[in-house]
Structures are given as structure tokens and as C-alpha cells.
């Protein structure tokens, strides 16, 4: 058949092949095509696992794997490799870290976590004393604080004599 298909085709003719010379030429252009997909498959494994890890020595062994092993080893490399992207981890990465930015930034009502403006005095859901005016400077202040930072309201002369004196018997 295939001295049948050379002698009648002018372009086996043209190109001076005969019936085994057309055998020849098929089988080295499937060896080639082979030999073309075998380095594209390791071009493609060192790309790809280089893009996955940053450790040279799963880098090596993932592209000898699929070297060595040109039809089974990209199956086990495919299996084995790391799910994401080095680029993908760094997105997610930043993902989180906006977000976690982004809970911090909000401030929400301890009783009945509603999302509350940091100027809110009171939550308007629940009704929770959220800050308290400092009475000479007119600046909020969380509850728990006996001083006002800003002004100094609440640090009499009493409260630093104490403080003294409290240090003072530390010391003693």
C-alpha cells in the first residue's frame, strides 16, 4: 500500500521517496514530534514547578522525574506538585492582611457588635455606653481610662502625690 501511495502521489515522486524511503521519513518524523513534546514536557515542568517553589532541589527533582520518566513522571509531578502559585500565595497573603487591617480599623459595639464610628459616644442598635466626654476638654474617652490624656482632667495633685508615695514604699 505504501509503494501503491508513493508511485501514485507526485509528491513522494517530487521528493525522490520510495515506498521505504516514505517508512523512513514517517518514523523520524514521529521520532521527532516525540522528541519535540518529551523537552516541551520539561520545558513546561521546570516553568511551572520554578513558579510553585522557591527550593531548588524539588525544582531539579521534579524536571529529572519528568525527564526520566516522559509519560508517567508529568502524571506524578502533576499529582505531587504544590497546589499554588507563588503569585497566588502572595495575593492571598495580602488578601488576608487587608482584611485583617480592615476588622481592626472597625470598631464595633462589645454587646451587641454593631459596627460603631470611633466619635460614637453611645451604640445607636443597643443604646451601650460606648465613651465618655472629658468634662474640660470636651475629647472622648474610653471608659476604662481615669485620666484624660489630652488635658489632664483627673490627675490632681492628690493622684501624683499617691503615685510618689506608692513608689516611694516600692522602694523602701
Not at 520518566?69 to 499554588?84: N, T
Not at 453611645?122 to 474640660?136: G, N
Amino acid at each position: 500500500m505504501v509503494s501503491a501511495l508513493s508511485a501514485g502521489h507526485p509528491t513522494f515522486a517530487a521528493l525522490g521517496l520510495s515506498g521505504g524511503g516514505i517508512t523512513a521519513f514517517a518514523i523520524a518524523f514521529v521520532a521527532a514530534f516525540f522528541a519535540a513534546l518529551w523537552l516541551a514536557m520539561i520545558i513546561w515542568t521546570w516553568r511551572d514547578i520554578r513558579s510553585r517553589t522557591q527550593d531548588v532541589i524539588l525544582q531539579v527533582f521534579g524536571t529529572v522525574l519528568t525527564a526520566v520518566f516522559p509519560g508517567v513522571g508529568i502524571l506524578i509531578y502533576i499529582i505531587l506538585r504544590p497546589r499554588q502559585t507563588l503569585a497566588d500565595l502572595y495575593e492571598r497573603q495580602l488578601e488576608e492582611e487587608s482584611l485583617l487591617a480592615e476588622m481592626t480599623e472597625r470598631q464595633t459595639c462589645p454587646t451587641c457588635h454593631y459596627r460603631v464610628e470611633p466619635e460614637f459616644q453611645i451604640c445607636p442598635s443597643c443604646a451601650t455606653k460606648l465613651r465618655r466626654a472629658c468634662p474640660r476638654c470636651d475629647r472622648l474617652l474610653e471608659l476604662k481610662w481615669n485620666v484624660c490624656p489630652y488635658c489632664g482632667y483627673g490627675a490632681g495633685d492628690g493622684g501624683r502625690q499617691a503615685a510618689r508615695s506608692g513608689t516611694r514604699t516600692a522602694d523602701r
